[in-house]
């Protein structure tokens, strides 16, 4: 696989694996409310109980397990911002020539 193909969908693939990650940790955060190893919440305040710790358990985890797919997505957004800072110093040299 050539390496401009490898990062052609790199923030689509980083996206999706952090909402995957995202809905693990919320999987494992509500066995573990329904199970009562973890306390539930007050007041029916459940679900946002668990959706905030699921993104407090998964903000490390993604920094950690997805650092490849990070990467590439970086590579890949600096290649466009090349692109198009090269696309615009070509517009402001045609201008200045006319």
């Not at 306390?39 to 490849?68: C, T």
């Not at 110093?89 to 006319?98: F, I, L, S, T």
Request: positive net charge; aromatic residues 10%; proline residues 2%.
């Amino acid at each position: 696989m050539s390496t401009a193909s490898s990062h052609k969908y790199a923030s689509l693939r980083y996206t999706a694996s952090r909402i995957g990650l995202l809905v693990a940790c919320f999987a494992v955060v509500w066995v573990l409310c329904y199970a009562h190893l973890i306390p539930i919440g007050v007041n029916g305040s459940n679900i946002f109980w668990m959706l905030l710790l699921a993104l407090v358990i998964s903000g490390p985890l993604s920094f950690v397990l997805l650092r490849k797919q990070r990467d590439a997505m970086s590579v890949q957004i600096s290649h466009r911002v090349d692109r198009a800072k090269e696309r615009f110093a070509a517009n402001a040299g045609q201008e200045d020539g006319v």
